[in-house]
């Protein structure tokens, strides 16, 4: 199956906000500050709402903040291994 790969660009957004702490984003979505560290770092993928939230604080569109890039799954027929 491929994989789905999720992006974020909420570190570059922080340093944009007047460099945004971690913690004033949490405080500003209602979550943790460790939340925010695994969501920039790609540890933790947030709900759908929270994801939301996170592009109002900012005022981007959804998509400037998430991107995704699938992965082909390297043993799926067809594909030649070395």
């Known amino acids: 199956m491929d994989k789905i790969v999720i992006n974020n660009n909420i570190r570059t957004l922080r340093f944009m906000a007047n460099e945004m702490t971690q913690q004033e984003l949490a405080d500003k979505t209602g979550v943790s500050r460790q939340t925010i560290v695994a969501i920039e770092n790609g540890k933790y993928f947030p709900t759908l709402e929270l994801a939301f939230r996170i592009a109002r604080v900012f005022k981007v569109p959804f998509?400037?903040?998430?991107?995704?890039?699938?992965?082909?799954?390297?043993?799926?027929?067809?594909?030649?291994?070395?």
Not at 63 to 82: A, C, H, L
């Open 63 to 82: 998509e400037d903040i998430f991107t995704t890039e699938f992965q082909p799954d390297p043993k799926k027929p067809g594909k030649i291994e070395n």
